[in-house]
């Protein structure tokens, strides 16, 4: 047992941290601007870091899901306006399925309450919604028949939308085709299925750490410039104990999301579940609150569209939702102790 | 970054369960029964002479030189187990290895490790809580010995203690947090006297007030040098802080495993906001026990004595507390009489925010330390 990144995972951070901290946006009126998101986007193709899941010649993947949390904890931080989690869960499912890679940049489509993956059953479909989409031109989804579930495609429209300025999502056309992928005669599963949900909901939380990192940094330097009754806001102990207890909170929640990042490779699928859950419900419940302070750090300055505080709230919203939101967590956490529905962990 | 255990660990591990199954003493679930504290002397010695108390100390004071992360071993296959927890000693180890000398190391180390010896800590007074260095409590030099005058208070298990580490002013006449010192003060002997306090759980045993009057500690006995004692008491605060020192994750699964295993035998009897602040308790349980297994990892590079004790003593706070909650909620209140075991327990988990630093203090710590926020 030791906890501590290797020397190899420091380095995948550092670099994932420097690529942000030079090409990530700085204000809101940056997040979405072409050329530097552009920029961004060629750096993290060039990177490689959306193939970590893609499978090695044996099947497994490149790199475990504690790789997929580092750079998706920096991600966060920096609010970085790129696709991440969608591509690296469509890689994750095509490896699962035993597919061949994509040679383009693709995502995943959810049910509309991205509760999990969307799936047809016998070519009926359910409204759906890509997550993630920038950069992609399609979505996977599941088709279900006699046979068990086989991963599909749908392309998209081009039509992003949602509440994270900096992750767009975009609601499939109801009407458009969906075919099956290439070479997925074989059917996913179950364990293959809950498996791709633990490293969902793991990436998911370590998004939520980089968030609440973000978010604090934010108020923190903020608290330190801003000044009433002729002193910086940060010296007062009001202050100081939102801004702890927000740091403390993501301190929990890094702990929780490292666990389960490692789970979902080194653990049997249901423990890999079970660890992803209690991250989720703890960092989902965490990440509101925290980016909650960050706002009221800021004061009136917090609630206008040009701080950045919002950006870090409606990102933690969508993750904090994404393949089971903190009370559905909790209920396969529960499940998982023999209490409460015995469906509550799939 | 590996949560598995080694071959090592591993085969620790399956030492310690199988040795469990025939030495679990049983105590009550919570630690708010006079009987469980009582119980606890004979399960230290029971732990320590079968080789599982005092792993990562050094072998000379009867550790067992072995990584920090066996501790978070123990406490996980004692919470499996619903074993106690293992004493809460670390911090006073800790303070010890840090400021004492050869001479002070030797003397009372393996007295403290193997259990022989029971020690309570003398910092808080009544008018020194928070604000712990304007203490009072006197120590005046006289001949070989210093004499002790003065009033400490909020002193754990005072009269079951052979020793007290006590801080106290040897030179009032420097700023108060230089003129303070440490000592090792004997506790049977005249010019002491104990008053226990009732919490409001109805424990008696555990929380005291301690009188000196001209009570004698020969000047051998002075942990680190003259003025040493704020140095030292930061060390101690900063580990009684870390529940990886403590052992408490076991405290708190045990209880959470009891209130689970209620729910599972009666399902029926529990409404979805019952259930919901159990399901908080055990995420906020599972947390601090992988939060644990980050710090004790950490501590493999060296060990330190910093600021981030105060993130986990926070942590540890919520967590107790959460536990308390589900305790009220599950184990619920006996209006007309009866069973008060989780009443208590819920009761006891309000102290954690006072004890060993006051959240508030903690908070402080936090924002300025590590936050680096400007003190007004």
């Known amino acids: 047992m030791d906890v501590r990144p290797s020397p190899e995972q420091r380095a995948l951070r550092d670099a994932a941290a420097q690529v942000v901290d030079r090409i990530g946006p700085t204000a809101v009126a940056q997040i979405g601007e072409p050329e530097r998101a552009a920029k961004l986007h060629a750096a993290v193709t060039d990177s490689g870091w959306r193939e970590l899941r893609v499978a090695t010649e044996g099947g497994g993947p490149l790199a475990s899901g504690v790789e997929v949390a580092i750079v998706a904890e920096e991600l966060g931080r920096g609010a970085a306006d790129v696709s991440f989690l969608g591509p690296t869960l469509a890689a994750e499912l095509r490896r699962l399925a035993g597919v061949s890679p994509s040679s383009s940049v693709e995502t995943v489509a959810l049910d509309v309450r991205l509760s999990s993956i969307v799936r047809g059953v016998d070519g009926e479909w359910p409204s759906a919604v890509a997550i993630d989409t920038q950069g992609s031109t399609r979505a996977l989804v599941l088709a279900r028949d006699g046979e068990g579930s086989r991963v599909a495609q749908v392309e998209l429209r081009g039509a992003p939308s949602g509440l994270d300025l900096t992750r767009p999502s975009e609601i499939l056309d109801p009407c458009a085709p969906v075919s099956l992928v290439e070479g997925a005669d074989r059917a996913l599963t179950r364990d293959d299925l809950t498996r791709w949900t633990a490293l969902g909901l793991s990436v998911s939380c370590a998004d939520l750490v980089g968030t609440m990192r973000g978010a604090v940094e934010l108020a923190r330097t903020y608290a330190g410039q801003r000044r009433q009754y002729g002193a910086a806001i940060g010296s007062f102990q009001a202050v100081q104990h939102m801004l702890a207890d927000a740091f403390v909170a993501m301190e929990g929640s890094r702990s929780v999301t490292l666990h389960a990042a490692w789970a979902v490779d080194a653990l049997p699928a249901g423990e890999a579940l079970a660890a992803a859950a209690v991250a989720k419900a703890y960092c989902g419940r965490a990440a509101r609150s925290v980016c909650e302070t960050a706002i009221q750090v800021h004061g009136g300055i917090g609630n206008t569209w040009e701080c950045l505080a919002h950006v870090y709230l409606r990102r933690a919203l969508l993750s904090a939702d994404l393949l089971g939101d903190p009370r559905a967590s909790l209920a396969r956490v529960l499940a998982h102790h023999g209490i409460g529905a015995a469906d509550g962990l799939r | ?376």
């Open chain 2, 1 to 376: 970054m590996d949560f598995g255990d080694s071959p090592e660990e591993a085969e620790f591990r399956l030492r310690l369960r199988r040795w469990l199954v025939d030495n679990n003493p049983g105590l009550p679930a919570s630690s708010t029964d006079d009987d469980y504290w009582a119980g606890m002397a004979a399960w230290h010695r029971s732990l320590y002479d079968a080789g599982f108390f005092g792993l990562a100390w050094p072998t000379q004071i009867g550790g067992h030189g072995l990584s920090s992360v066996f501790e978070v071993i123990v406490d996980e296959e004692l919470a499996a187990a619903g074993a106690p927890p293992r004493p809460s000693l670390g911090y006073l180890v800790q303070g010890l290895l840090e400021h004492g000398g050869e001479e002070i190391r030797r003397r009372f180390l393996p007295g403290i490790v193997n259990g022989r010896d029971r020690w309570c800590q003398g910092f808080s007074e009544p008018d020194a809580g928070s604000d712990l260095a304007s203490l009072r409590t006197r120590a005046d030099r006289d001949g070989e010995d210093y004499v002790i005058s003065g009033q400490k208070i909020w002193t754990s298990y005072s009269d079951e203690a052979e020793f007290c580490l006590l801080l106290a002013r040897t030179d009032p006449g420097v700023a108060k947090h230089r003129g303070i010192s440490a000592f090792a003060v004997p506790m049977r002997q005249a010019g002491i006297e104990q008053r226990p306090l009732r919490m409001i759980n109805g424990v008696t045993k555990e929380f005291g007030e301690v009188h000196f009057d001209g009570a004698r500690v020969p000047a051998a006995n002075m942990i680190g040098e003259p003025g040493e004692g704020w140095a030292l008491a930061m060390t101690v605060v900063s580990h009684e802080r870390e529940p990886g020192e403590l052992g408490y994750v076991a405290r708190y699964a045990k209880m959470v495993n009891e209130l689970c295993r209620r729910v599972r035998d009666d399902p029926g009897a529990y409404g979805p906001e019952q259930v919901s602040e159990l399901g908080w308790a055990m995420v906020e349980v599972e947390m601090l026990r992988l939060h644990v297994r980050r710090r004790l990892s950490d501590r493999l590079g060296g060990i330190s004595h910093g600021p981030e004790g105060s993130v986990d003593k926070l942590l540890m706070t919520w967590v107790e507390q959460a536990v308390g909650h589900a305790a009220l909620a599950v184990g619920g209140i006996a209006h007309a009489g009866g069973d008060e075991t989780w009443l208590n327990a819920y009761l006891y988990s309000r102290a954690q925010s006072v004890m060993g630093g006051t959240s508030q203090i903690q908070r402080n710590l936090v924002a300025r330390r590590i936050l680096g926020l400007p003190v007004s």
